[in-house]
């Protein structure tokens, strides 16, 4: 949100929201969003409101909510986005930080594993493959791996990757949440 033109948008999206009735985020999203965060924060233990929040920031999840395969397609790519920015984040660390180099760097390379299975899933997706739950245990293993590196290095985090960190986490469930669904959708599907 550092350019111009996304002040501008958010200016515009703040006078919006004044000029409505008091509407809180959860009011505005759409049912889809709402009943995936929903699940998803049942399932997973995730934060609902943070849920709500991240798919509502973003104006490509924004347009695809009336179709949960576009919708599922969309939220990957970010999600493989966000596992790009979070590696590119342990890379500059790595430069920075003198201490726990070989954690980081497994969390460097453990993020790009991340980013290639969120890919799979997405292409995966694409195709109706039944794959799909194979590529999500990916992501959590990559996940997993890079967790395990740091707590056993004692490596505490500065906020600026860890959110992140815990932004691609969100999205894992989000995504297992949304291949679940497509898959027993595919499942009633072929039965007629
Ligand atoms: C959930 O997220 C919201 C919004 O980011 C935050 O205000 C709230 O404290 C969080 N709740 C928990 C239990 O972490």
């Known amino acids: 949100m550092d350019s111009p033109l ?16 008091p509407a809180p985020a959860d009011a505005i999203a759409s049912p889809l969003v ?4 929903k699940q998803t924060s049942d399932s997973f ?12 920031s973003d104006a490509r999840i924004q347009s695809s909510t009336s179709n ?3 919708f599922t397609i969309n939220v990957l790519e970010i999600a493989a986005e966000t596992a790009t920015d979070t590696q590119e984040l342990f890379n500059s660390y790595l430069r ?17 594993s991340v980013a290639s299975a969120f890919r799979g899933t997405l292409e995966g997706v694409k195709e109706d493959q039944d794959m ?3 590529t999500v245990a990916q992501i959590a293993d990559g996940i997993a791996v890079c967790k395990k590196a740091l707590s056993s290095d004692g490596v505490e985090l500065p906020h600026t990757i860890s959110s992140r960190v815990n932004l691609v986490s969100l999205y894992k469930d989000i995504g297992f949440t949304l291949t679940s669904q497509l898959a ?5 599907g072929q039965k007629h």
């Open 6 to 21: 996304s002040h501008v948008l958010f200016f515009a999206l703040f006078l919006f929201f004044l000029s409505s009735s």
């Open 34 to 37: 709402r009943s995936v965060c």
């Open 45 to 56: 233990h995730q934060n609902y409101t943070e849920c709500i929040k991240t798919l509502g």
């Open 68 to 70: 949960i395969k576009d």
């Open 96 to 112: 920075m930080t003198e201490s726990s180099t070989k954690a980081i760097q497994q969390c460097a390379q453990s993020y790009g």
């Open 132 to 134: 799909v739950k194979y």
């Open 184 to 188: 027993s959708i595919g499942l009633k």
